[in-house]
């Protein structure tokens, strides 16, 4: 089955403790995507992957690292947590071709409670 | 900067009744895809349907359909017949033909079917 998996699904976590949250895709797509959701604000892209060893910023990227050395992986992760990162986040992968209309395909999401 | 907006924070429909979503976008690029996203409160993110920016016929998916008008940045979504199980927040995205892959979202509708 062609999916996005999430881990973890829900954290709860203190300010300043480092945690990673992964992102894999069995599609074998190229792009990859961070995006996080906050009531009254919709989503908005925190980073993105063109393919192995290619990010680059999205518009929310301050506080957030990724990395892309595999293509199927692409981890989310917050160096120094804090309560403003308090949200929901997804992992979106696509097959990229320059002009395609491929849809995104979504992760069923990470709950992240900085304390 | 691209922007998408959804000036109805909340609407509901009496079930089996039309219930028509709206959403403007301001962009100066022309060629672009926009989208319609579900998601129920699983939280999970469901594609509705999409639409090519050069297109000028609207995108029907079974009882979703849009109404696309590029020149005055409109892109609404008409549910027809509605059921409970469209009860759900929804999202309009936008995003460019060539580049970054990034979806810029609407701040989201949420839906709410009447038995």
């Known amino acids: 089955e062609a999916q996005v998996t999430q881990n973890p699904r829900y954290l709860i976590t203190v300010t300043g403790k480092k945690l990673t949250v992964t992102c894999s895709q069995n599609?074998?797509?190229?792009?990859m995507s961070w995006y996080r959701q906050d009531p009254g604000l919709g989503l908005r892209q925190i980073y993105y992957s063109m393919n192995v060893e290619v990010t680059d910023k999205g518009d929310v990227p301050e506080g957030y690292k990724v990395s892309r050395k595999e293509k199927r992986n692409f981890p989310l992760i917050l160096e120094s947590p804090s309560p403003n990162q308090t949200s929901l986040y997804f992992c979106?992968?696509?097959?990229?071709?320059?002009?395609?209309?491929?849809?995104?395909?979504f992760g069923d999401g990470t709950r992240l409670s900085i304390l | 900067a691209q922007t998408v907006t959804q000036s109805q924070p909340e609407m509901s429909v009496q079930e089996a009744e039309t219930v028509t979503l709206s959403c403007t976008y301001d962009?100066?690029?022309?060629?672009?895809?926009l989208f319609w996203y579900k998601q129920p409160p699983s939280r999970q993110m469901i594609l509705v349907i999409r639409q090519e920016a050069y297109k000028q016929q609207n995108a029907t998916e079974n009882r979703f359909s849009v109404n696309f008008q590029k020149a005055a940045k409109s892109f609404s979504l008409k549910i027809s017949d509605s059921q409970l199980g469209d009860a759900a927040m929804y999202f309009c995205a936008y995003r460019i033909t060539f580049g970054n892959e990034k979806l810029t979202f609407g701040t989201g509708t949420r839906l709410t079917i009447i038995p």
């Open positions: 599609m074998n797509h190229e792009y």
């Open positions: 962009t100066s690029e022309s060629d672009y895809y």
């Open positions: 979106a992968s696509s097959l990229y071709f320059r002009g395609s209309n491929q849809p995104q395909h």
